[in-house]
C-alpha cells in the first residue's frame, strides 16, 4: 500500500480503532471501553446553527439567510447616493450658499 493511500484511510478511521492490537485483543479491552466511551459522550444530531451577535452578522442573517432579499442592493445605492451629496455639498455647495456664482 502506498503511503497516500494509508494516508487517506487513516483518517477516516479513528487512530485507536485502527491499530492492530486495538481489534478483538483481550488484553486491550479496557483500551477499546475508552474509545467506545469516547465516541458515546459525543453529541449525535445536527450541530446548532449559532446565533449572530455582531452588526455584520445580523444584517447577513437578516437579508441573505433563509429569506433573501434584495434591500441590500437598495441599502448600497442609498448608501452611495448619500455619500455623493455630502461630498459634493462639501466640496462644492457650502461656498456658494450665501453667494451666487
Keep these: 500500500m502506498s503511503y497516500i493511500v494509508r494516508r487517506g484511510l487513516s483518517t477516516l478511521i479513528p487512530p485507536k480503532i485502527a491499530s492492530p492490537q486495538g481489534i478483538g485483543a483481550a488484553q ?7 474509545v467506545v466511551s469516547f465516541y458515546e459522550k459525543l453529541p449525535r444530531g445536527p450541530a446548532e446553527t449559532p446565533k449572530p451577535r455582531g ?23 442609498l ?23
Design 28 to 34: 486491550d479491552a479496557a483500551r477499546m471501553t475508552r
Design 55 to 77: 452588526l455584520m452578522e445580523r444584517y447577513q442573517a437578516r437579508y441573505f439567510g433563509d429569506n433573501p432579499s434584495s434591500a441590500p442592493i437598495w441599502h448600497t445605492i
Design 79 to 101: 448608501a452611495v447616493g448619500l455619500m455623493g451629496y455630502s461630498f459634493e455639498y462639501y466640496f462644492h455647495l457650502r461656498h456658494h450658499k450665501n453667494n451666487a456664482h
